[in-house]
């Protein structure tokens, strides 16, 4: 540590001397300056945009080789290295009309940035853009439609994101470069940022973790803020979105600035308020509103050698938590308290039903603290060294009785200091090489009236080395990273009764030995991208996973208040390793262009939990008086395997017109499966098609700019292929939702947008379905119907309005 500090003061005499880059961005197609196309250099978070003549200027720059980023809304963005002299540097660049997103850029587990296209390991982007023009219930439900992409709900607001059927803690969520701890591991946890304040996803499918850590046997989902404006830029955003659905009312106002001399501050307030949500078989479903606020802020400083910033941001949810319960007439119903000690269901009044308010006595308060220190600085004209440090405190509290008013069944406490250090090499003829190593401590508590898992420490550490090499037809890039967990978690006591503790019992027994264990793995990766010519591209991948048991797969023994079953963990589990190949191929010509691709995932002692049974076959259940089923932890080898393919149709002599396809497909064997009932995974994401139709204009008169309509059709498939051994899964069938959108900019006199509108409708014809990755789909019986469980949301119309405003 006190090394790295002593670079970071002698930066100032690390770096080169100061250059000025000018140029001129034109139209590929016609020669025409581009007004308002963005030049944004990520190594130090500096850009600035073109004028109406489609030059622009950026001073104050560091001399020596620089990966620079152009873009602008319907173009091709290019990724440049450009070598900046003493003085002033002129660079013009001419950019080609396109729809897709093979030229998007990437920089998330990579060295120093790269094109999708270019990359041999599987990515996909999604900008805010996109989020706007689509309807979303929350941050992970805005990307589960890409190609290969699912999420796994409880109700509308809990999402878990699934890649390629593997979700949980097997994903790995980063935050502008930090690692995102939240529980992750349970169904019932969602995300804890702010879906406002997000402006690109990016995922990475596969082995793509190596430069964040093990658990990434899925992939990554990375969650990027908008970059800090220009210099002398003041500017900020006022972002309001209304669901007829739920009655779901959200708000969002961001306000940022870079002062004259590179001081950076940005402000974002967001909240969130939504009823119970309804479609046509269970009218409003009691349990599912929820409301959440966020308070985030940066502040920092961007000069010719890096950038410095320090982030906090303070998030809170209250979300109730749905049960399924319902009388024989099929209304829901609620635990009332009826005496002193004791509680009973009652029927929930239509008040309550088409209101908004939270349950006191069954519902999750959730709150996600977190602060971070980025660091980027220029180490000559070759290397770069950046730095993060995280500190992170989330506050569980799942509520689940009317007995204990405001105490807490469960009450997770969880501590986290998150650290990463990498040092960039371009190492010329082509060469970038990242060498670097990163590491979480966490420490959990137990603060509630129920233990449902002991307290631990875990302390995770690792080192990598990555390297990638370019040529004008081919792509190589790979690494190696070797991860070390120690894991300590308490002991865990019995009273004669059955209630757990951490403390020894007077007349109770050890129900669980405690564990200081170390697991340690190595994870490689290696791949290529080859240009059979100029319109072909082929790629391949493969890659080695490694993920330590979780806590609660090794410990747990209770009653978890948000699932409502009783899980039995088990410390003889072993680490989860696995082995990825890819192979894709790429056709890009003017009008269309096509994506395919096909993968298959091994992993050895695969954990999944599954439903007990007692000696006689029924349902295993602890308590008589409470029905609640008991699951275990298992292992076994599993393998997935699958594909994604993506057509997009845009002609040069029609730029008006899109179509875009998409096609996504994974299937499951468990290798160790003794019967055919146990031979899937559970929560598998059906076969998937979906289809987008869209027209755009980009001017109309002299108040409207990019205007679109969208017609898009989803269609799943029916999931045969479930876990259906001890009841665990059903079969689900097929359904087709189709939703539709509009939307257009209003702009002044001057061409400044006043206002941008933006208008969906998701499932159109309101048709009643559950997905199979619903988990309200196992809810119980509506005796009134003899449907089992709860349907997802029906038709849903979504109005979001953006008021930017701002000053130079």
Do not use: C
Request: no cysteine.
């Amino acid at each position: 540590m006190l090394r790295l500090l002593l670079i970071f003061m002698l930066v100032p005499y690390l770096v080169s001397a100061q250059a000025t880059l000018t140029g001129k961005i034109t139209d590929k197609t016609n020669q025409q300056p581009i007004i308002g196309a963005t030049i944004y250099f990520p190594g130090l978070q500096k850009g600035t945009s073109t004028d109406t003549l489609g030059q622009y200027q950026l001073a104050d720059l560091p001399a020596g080789s620089h990966k620079v980023d152009i873009r602008f809304l319907g173009f091709k963005n290019q990724l440049r290295t450009v070598r900046l002299l003493t003085g002033t540097t002129t660079v013009d660049f001419a950019l080609e009309p396109d729809a897709t997103q093979l030229q998007e850029v990437v920089v998330t587990g990579l060295t120093t940035g790269s094109t999708v296209k270019d990359s041999p390991v599987p990515i996909m982007t999604y900008n805010k853009i996109q989020w706007l023009q689509n309807s979303s219930t929350n941050l992970v439900d805005a990307v589960g439609k890409l190609p290969g992409m699912s999420q796994i709900t409880t109700g509308v607001g809990l999402s878990k994101p699934v890649i390629r059927g593997l979700g949980f803690n097997r994903v790995i969520t980063v935050h502008d470069g930090v690692r995102q701890e939240d529980n992750q591991w349970g169904e019932e946890h969602a995300l804890q940022i702010d879906e406002y304040s997000i402006d690109r996803y990016e995922i990475i499918k596969g082995s793509g973790s190596l430069l964040y850590g093990s658990d990434g046997l899925g992939g990554v989902m990375s969650l990027i803020s908008a970059r800090p404006p220009e210099v002398g830029v003041f500017r900020g955003q006022v972002l309001t979105n209304y669901q007829t659905n739920n009655g779901m009312i959200g708000g969002s106002v961001m306000a940022e600035g870079t002062g004259r001399n590179g001081l950076f501050t940005r402000v974002r307030i967001s909240s969130k308020s939504a009823g119970n949500y309804q479609n046509q078989y269970d009218g409003r479903v009691y349990g599912s509103a929820y409301r959440e606020f966020d308070l985030n802020g940066t502040i920092g400083i961007t000069r010719s050698w890096g950038y410095s910033q320090f982030y906090v941001s303070n998030w809170h949810q209250d979300i109730n938590i749905v049960t399924g319960e319902r009388d024989r007439t099929g209304r829901f119903q609620e635990l009332v308290r009826v005496s002193r000690d004791s509680e009973a269901l009652a029927p929930v009044s239509d008040a309550t039903l088409h209101g908004r308010t939270i349950d006191l006595a069954n519902y999750q308060n959730l709150n996600h603290l977190k602060f971070s220190w980025n660091s980027f600085v220029k180490l000559g004209s070759r290397g770069n060294l950046s730095a993060i440090v995280s500190y992170s405190q989330n506050r569980r509290q799942e509520f689940a009785s009317t007995l204990t008013p405001g105490q807490p069944a469960l009450y997770f406490y969880l501590q986290n200091v998150f650290y990463d250090l990498k040092y960039y090499l371009s190492a010329g003829n082509g060469w970038d090489v990242t060498i670097g190593g990163n590491g979480l401590s966490q420490y959990n508590q137990n603060l509630g009236l129920d233990v449902l898992y002991p307290g631990y420490r875990s302390l995770d550490n690792g080192l990598f080395l990555f390297a990638q090499k370019k040529t004008d037809r081919l792509t190589l890039n790979g690494g190696i990273r070797m991860d070390v967990r120690n894991m300590r978690i308490n002991k865990l006591y019995a009273s004669a009764d059955g209630v757990f503790s951490e403390n020894p019992v007077t007349g109770g027994q050890t129900r669980f030995g405690g564990l200081d264990k170390t697991y340690s793995n190595p994870t490689a990766s290696f791949g290529a991208t080859y240009s059979l010519s100029k319109r072909w591209i082929v790629k391949a991948n493969l890659g080695r996973g490694f993920r330590a048991p979780a806590t609660s797969e090794l410990s747990a023994n209770g009653e978890h208040a948000g699932t409502f079953r009783y899980e039995i963990g088990s410390t003889s589990l072993q680490s989860e390793t696995s082995f990825q190949a890819d192979l894709g191929i790429n056709y890009e010509s003017p009008d269309v262009t096509v994506t395919a691709s096909l993968f298959q995932n091994r992993i050895n002692n695969y954990t999944y939990s599954e439903k007990m049974l007692d000696r006689f076959g029924r349902d295993s259940i602890v308590d008589p008086a409470r029905p609640i089923l008991t699951y275990r932890y298992a292992q076994g080898n599993a393998v997935l395997f699958g594909g994604e393919a993506q057509v997009t149709v845009n002609p040069r002599s029609a730029r008006w017109f899109h179509f875009n396809t998409s096609y996504s497909l994974v299937r499951s064997r468990n290798l160790s499966a003794k019967n055919d009932s146990a031979k899937y995974l559970p929560f598998l994401p059906p076969p998937r098609i979906i289809s987008q139709l869209k027209f755009t204009k980009s001017e109309a008169g002299n108040h409207w700019r990019n205007m679109y309509v969208l017609l898009e059709m989803e269609n799943n498939w029916r999931q045969n292929e479930a876990l259906l051994a001890y009841g665990t899964e059903t079969e689900t069938p097929g359904y087709t939702l189709v939703n539709i959108g509009a939307g257009s900019d209003i702009i002044n006199g001057k061409g400044r947008t006043m206002v941008s509108i933006y208008l969906t409708v998701q499932n159109l014809f309101d048709v009643a379905y559950q997905s199979h990755q619903n988990r309200l789909k196992y809810f119980g019986v509506n005796e009134a119907t003899g449907r089992t469980g709860v349907f997802n949301m029906g038709r849903n119309a979504s109005l979001k309005i953006v008021v930017p405003f701002g000053k130079r």
